[in-house]
């Protein structure tokens, strides 16, 4: 294993760790609300504090960005990202689907990248080249032929509601042709699933890049596709993403097409 990785291991077990220790006083903290249905806690903080400790410690020169602190500037060639707390709105209610992501990208290319759920303890990495693995086992995307059968993850607005009819149109193409929707809550954890065959494919509207930096990584390990909604690969810098085995991320992007708008290709 790449020493890097190890790194940003500890760094996600750390966060679980403190995220763990407050999972059953969520009563007693602060919570800041950041916009319309837009929550952070303590908790968030304190974690990202201890995942930019362990990589300061490791890498004092490396930029980072992370969903609380910001950027901290550094060697842009290597950039990591982080969201401490992904599934904030879940935490915050004993709903028990959140992770820490955290990636590294060297000169703007997805290298390592962790995603961790501390409380099933389930901790997805990649490295470059080296495959996907959950825990120690080697993970890979669904077999699913297409559609039939299929179980697919989303996320629907719920602070920004400008897409919210385009959304819906959406919902309505794919809902009747799959087997499940389901939306669980973190989107970092959503593609985790996908990359290990748990969910067939995913799509979300907006999404930002911390929620989808380390997940990427995963599921073109795993053998899996991710583009935007045209399939380009520019969906870190739009959020719009789509993703899953080869068969459902294209059945994906067909439903979707007749619904984009402008602002959403
Ligand atoms: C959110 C989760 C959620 C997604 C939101 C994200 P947060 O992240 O990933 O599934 O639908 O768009 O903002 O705020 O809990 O870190
Ligand atoms: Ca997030
Ligand atoms: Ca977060």
Do not use: C
Not at 147 to 152: A, D, P
Request: cysteine-free; glycine content about 8%; overall charge negative.
């Amino acid at each position: 294993m790449h020493p890097t990785i190890n790194i940003a291991i500890k760094a996600a077990r750390k966060a679980g760790d403190i995220i763990i220790r407050y999972h059953n006083q969520i009563d007693n903290l602060n919570i800041e609300n950041k916009a319309t249905n837009d929550y952070v806690s303590e908790v968030d903080k304190l974690a990202e504090s201890a995942i930019i400790n362990e990589i300061k410690k490791a890498f004092p020169s490396h930029a980072i960005l992370g969903e609380e602190t910001g950027n901290i500037i550094g060697d842009d060639d290597y950039q990591w990202i982080i969201d401490p707390l992904d599934g904030t709105t879940n935490y915050l209610h004993g709903f028990p689907q959140y992770a820490i992501s955290i990636a590294l990208y060297e000169k703007k290319i997805p290298t390592h990248a962790v995603v961790y759920d501390p409380f099933k303890e389930e901790l997805f990495s990649a490295s470059k080249g080296e495959g996907a693995f959950l825990n120690s086992q080697r993970i890979r995307v669904s077999n699913a032929l297409g559609f039939n059968n299929s179980l697919i993850g989303t996320g629907f607005p719920y602070t920004n509601f400008d897409h919210l009819n385009t959304y819906a149109e959406m919902f309505k193409s794919i809902a009747p042709k799959v087997a499940g929707i389901r939306r669980a809550g973190s989107a970092a954890l959503d593609l985790a699933y996908v990359a290990s065959g748990r969910l067939d494919g995913f799509w979300e509207i907006d999404l930002s890049i911390w929620d989808i930096a380390a997940g990427t990584l995963l599921i073109t390990e795993a053998g899996g596709f991710i583009g935007d909604f045209t399939g380009s690969p520019k969906f870190l810098e739009s959020g719009n993403v789509v993703a899953g085995n080869e068969k459902v991320y294209k059945e994906i992007l067909k439903e979707l097409k007749p619904h984009l708008t402008k602002e959403l290709i």
